[in-house]
C-alpha cells in the first residue's frame, strides 16, 4: 500500500490497539473513506478479547486537521453525517480511549478527540472548532460533548469564532487532560495505557457507562462484580502485596 494514501493505520499490542490517523498530504484530513471506516475498526476492537486501551494519534506532526474540505462540497451533507457517526461510535467505544495529539487538532479532529475519555496533548498543539468559517451547523450531539468538556463559555468562543487555541488554553478550559513536554507525548501516554491494562476492567466499564450519564445499571454492575470475584481478586491482591489477576469478563 501506498503510504502517502489517506488511511486509518491500526496495530495491537500488550492489550493497547493504536489507531492512527495517516493522510500526509492534506495534514492527516479524514476522507468520507476514512470516516466510514472508524465504526468498522472500532466493532472488531471491541469484539477482540486481548484489546483493553484505545490510543487515537495522528502520523508525524498533526494529529487531525478535520475533514477533507473537498469532500464538504455534498450538498446532501452526507460527510458531516459520516464525521457524527464515527465520533458516536468513538464516544460508545466500551473501552478506555486516549487521544495523543501534537500538532494541529482541528474541526473533524477535534471531534474525534472530544469523544475520547481523555486527551493528552504536547506542548504546541493547536485547538479549533471551525464550522463558523465554512457555514456549517455543528451537530447537536458534538455541541454538548464540547460543553460538558469546556463550559458553556469556552464552547461558545470556539464555535463563534473557529479561533485556535494552544495547549495551555486547552489545559485550563477542559478540552485537554495533560500537556506535556515536547518528546514526552509518546511515553507519558503509553506508560499510562500500561496502567489501564493492569487495571480491572469491570471498574472502568461500570465507570464509563456511570460518566456518560447512564442511571439504570446499578444492579446490573452490582451483580456483574458479584459474579465476577474481582473484589475479592483486588482485595486479596493488595493484602498480598502482589499484582492482581482480574478476570472480568469471562471468555469461557
Given at each position: 500500500?501506498?503510504?502517502?494514501?489517506?488511511?486509518?493505520?491500526?496495530?495491537?499490542?500488550?492489550?493497547?490497539?493504536?489507531?492512527?490517523?495517516?493522510?500526509?498530504?492534506?495534514?492527516?484530513?479524514?476522507?468520507?473513506?476514512?470516516?466510514?471506516?472508524?465504526?468498522?475498526?472500532?466493532?472488531?476492537?471491541?469484539?477482540?478479547?486481548?484489546?483493553?486501551?484505545?490510543?487515537?494519534?495522528?502520523?508525524?506532526?498533526?494529529?487531525?486537521?478535520?475533514?477533507?474540505?473537498?469532500?464538504?462540497?455534498?450538498?446532501?451533507?452526507?460527510?458531516?453525517?459520516?464525521?457524527?457517526?464515527?465520533?458516536?461510535?468513538?464516544?460508545?467505544?466500551?473501552?478506555?480511549?486516549?487521544?495523543?495529539?501534537?500538532?494541529?487538532?482541528?474541526?473533524?479532529?477535534?471531534?474525534?478527540?472530544?469523544?475520547?475519555?481523555?486527551?493528552?496533548?504536547?506542548?504546541?498543539?493547536?485547538?479549533g472548532?471551525?464550522p463558523?468559517?465554512?457555514?456549517?451547523?455543528?451537530?447537536?450531539?458534538?455541541?454538548?460533548?464540547?460543553?460538558?468538556?469546556?463550559?458553556?463559555?469556552?464552547?461558545?468562543?470556539?464555535?463563534?469564532?473557529?479561533?485556535?487555541?494552544?495547549?495551555?488554553?486547552?489545559?485550563?478550559?477542559?478540552?485537554?487532560?495533560?500537556?506535556?513536554?515536547?518528546?514526552?507525548?509518546?511515553?507519558?501516554?503509553?506508560?499510562?495505557?500500561?496502567?489501564?491494562?493492569?487495571?480491572s476492567?469491570?471498574?472502568?466499564?461500570?465507570?464509563?457507562?456511570?460518566?456518560?450519564?447512564?442511571?439504570?445499571?446499578?444492579?446490573?454492575?452490582?451483580?456483574?462484580?458479584?459474579?465476577?470475584?474481582?473484589?475479592?481478586?483486588?482485595?486479596?491482591?493488595?493484602?498480598?502485596?502482589?499484582?492482581?489477576?482480574?478476570?472480568?469478563?469471562?471468555?469461557?
Amino acid at each position: 500500500m501506498d503510504r502517502t494514501e489517506p488511511r486509518l493505520q491500526l496495530t495491537v499490542a500488550d492489550g493497547v490497539a493504536t489507531l492512527v490517523i495517516s493522510n500526509p498530504a492534506k495534514r492527516n484530513a479524514m476522507t468520507a473513506a476514512m470516516w466510514r471506516s472508524v465504526p468498522v475498526l472500532l466493532a472488531e476492537l471491541a469484539a477482540d478479547a486481548s484489546v483493553r486501551v484505545l490510543v487515537l494519534t495522528g502520523a508525524g506532526e498533526t494529529f487531525c486537521a478535520g475533514a477533507d474540505i473537498s469532500s464538504l462540497r455534498d450538498p446532501a451533507g452526507a460527510p458531516q453525517g459520516l464525521a457524527v457517526a464515527a465520533e458516536e461510535a468513538l464516544a460508545a467505544f466500551p473501552l478506555p480511549t486516549l487521544a495523543s495529539v501534537r500538532g494541529y487538532c482541528v474541526g473533524g479532529g477535534s471531534q474525534l478527540a472530544a469523544a475520547c475519555d481523555l486527551r493528552f496533548a504536547e506542548e504546541g498543539a493547536s485547538f479549533g472548532v471551525t464550522p463558523a468559517k465554512l457555514g456549517i451547523v455543528y451537530p447537536a450531539s458534538s455541541t454538548r460533548r464540547l460543553v460538558a468538556l469546556t463550559g458553556p463559555a469556552t464552547a461558545k468562543h470556539l464555535l463563534f469564532s473557529g479561533e485556535l487555541i494552544g495547549a495551555d488554553r486547552a489545559l485550563r478550559t477542559g478540552l485537554v487532560d495533560e500537556v506535556l513536554p515536547a518528546g514526552e507525548l509518546d511515553k507519558r501516554v503509553e506508560a499510562y495505557a500500561r496502567v489501564l491494562v493492569s487495571r480491572s476492567r469491570l471498574t472502568q466499564a461500570a465507570a464509563k457507562e456511570f460518566a456518560s450519564g447512564r442511571e439504570d445499571r446499578d444492579a446490573h454492575w452490582a451483580d456483574q462484580a458479584r459474579r465476577s470475584g474481582d473484589t475479592a481478586e483486588g482485595v486479596a491482591a493488595f493484602l498480598e502485596r502482589r499484582a492482581p489477576r482480574f478476570t472480568w469478563p469471562s471468555r469461557a
